[in-house]
T-cell receptor, first 116, second 109 residues
Framework: DTGVSQDPRHKITKRGQNVTFRCDPI?????LYWYRQTLGQGPEFLTY????????KSRLLSDRFSAERPKGSFSTLEIQRTEQGDSAMYLC??????????????FGPGTRLTVL | GQNIDQPTEMTATEGAIVQINCTYQ??????LFWYQQHAGEAPTFLSY????GLEEKGRFSSFLSRSKGYSYLLLKELQMKDSASYLC??????????FGAGTTVTVRA
């Protein structure tokens, strides 16, 4: 396992379409995070999972956004009825959670979404 | 909530030293991280401080003062490949990271 992977790396869609992104964390990590990053800004927290449980959702995550981690391994982030303002880089990160030394988060390469 | 402030841009010469400051206000502080992010790539972990003092890792060092809500990242012997954005991130008790906007460092020959 070489790290966190995300698919697709790039997604171009038309406004109003639904999109789904996938994240595969480092295998022994039980915490998984989703962030959104726009140009010139740092990543903004969206939501996170401890195993399969979604423990926190940001106010940024409108009802058009939903995230799942059904078996406590990979996670999906779905955006329904996309808007141009959803254009951003969507980053996934994972960490060991309790028991890790620093519990630093390891980031995937991101999915760049462009909504036309 | 938390406010995390860091300079927007810094420029330095190859071989020089650059210090990137970060100030923060937060409740439930549980560590401060520095990440490096090259354009179009994911952030990569550089350093972690939870106690006051200096942590050194090769050419990179990070300092923390919890009482002052202040950290800095020191980059020594700058190389062209160090041109990147450097993100200061604060972790709260709930293990959630809040990031600053990042400091873009440009290294010139």
């Amino acid at each position: 396992d070489t790290g966190v992977s995300q698919d697709p790396r790039h997604k171009i869609t038309k406004r109003g379409q639904n999109v789904t992104f996938r994240c595969d964390p480092i295998s022994e990590h039980n915490r998984l995070y989703w962030y959104r990053q726009t140009l010139g800004q740092g990543p903004e927290f969206l939501t996170y999972f401890q195993n399969e449980a979604q423990l926190e959702k940001s106010r940024l995550l409108s009802d058009r956004f939903s995230a799942e981690r059904p078996k406590g391994s990979f996670s999906t982030l779905e955006i329904q009825r996309t808007e141009q303002g959803d254009s951003a880089m969507y980053l996934c990160a994972s960490s060991l959670g309790v028991g890790g030394a620093n519990n630093e988060q390891f980031f995937g390469p991101g999915t760049r979404l462009t909504v036309l | 909530g938390q406010n995390i402030d860091q300079p927007t841009e810094m420029t330095a010469t190859e071989g020089a030293i650059v210090q990137i400051n970060c100030t923060y206000q937060t409740s439930g502080f549980n560590g401060l991280f520095w990440y490096q992010q090259h354009a179009g790539e994911a952030p990569t972990f550089l350093s972690y401080n939870v106690l006051d003092g200096l942590e050194e890792k090769g050419r990179f060092s990070s300092f923390l003062s919890r009482s002052k809500g202040y950290s800095y990242l020191l980059l020594k012997e700058l190389q062209m490949k160090d041109s990147a954005s450097y993100l200061c991130a604060v972790r709260r008790d709930d293990y959630k990271l809040s990031f600053g906007a990042g400091t873009t460092v440009t290294v010139r020959a």
